[in-house]
């Protein structure tokens, strides 16, 4: 059995709420306000024991689910509106230097 799927394995069956545990956590991790990134990114090794581009990747993905939106509304609200931000300005950055 590979690594990634041993990893799967680990994963909770989902809630009633179609989240499982583990997705309920990292949305409760991201409520919170981090003042220095470093915190933040110690503290996602140590709750979730991901490396913080692992967690982004599966934040990403989890705010786009209708389940983690029905869970907490206006967290993956925000959430989303901070990510279409971030594409705006790296879209604007990538058009201005293609002049």
């Given at each position: 059995?590979?690594v990634a799927?041993?990893?799967?394995?680990?994963?909770?069956?989902?809630d009633a709420?179609?989240?499982?545990?583990?997705?309920?956590a990292?949305?409760a991790?991201?409520r919170?306000?981090?003042?220095?990134a470093g915190?933040?990114?110690?503290a996602i090794r140590e709750e979730f024991?991901?490396?913080a581009?692992?967690?982004?990747?599966?934040l990403?993905a989890?705010?786009?689910?209708?389940?983690?939106?029905?869970?907490d509304?206006m967290l993956?609200?925000?959430?989303?509106r901070?990510?279409?931000?971030r594409?705006?300005?790296?879209r604007?950055?990538?058009?201005?230097?293609g002049?």
């Amino acid at each position: 059995m590979r690594v990634a799927e041993a990893a799967d394995h680990r994963i909770p069956p989902p809630d009633a709420g179609g989240l499982t545990d583990r997705e309920a956590a990292i949305l409760a991790f991201e409520r919170q306000w981090w003042r220095h990134a470093g915190a933040k990114e110690q503290a996602i090794r140590e709750e979730f024991g991901l490396s913080a581009a692992r967690y982004y990747q599966l934040l990403g993905a989890l705010i786009d689910r209708p389940e983690a939106l029905r869970h907490d509304p206006m967290l993956v609200k925000r959430l989303l509106r901070l990510r279409e931000t971030r594409l705006a300005a790296r879209r604007s950055r990538t058009l201005r230097s293609g002049d």
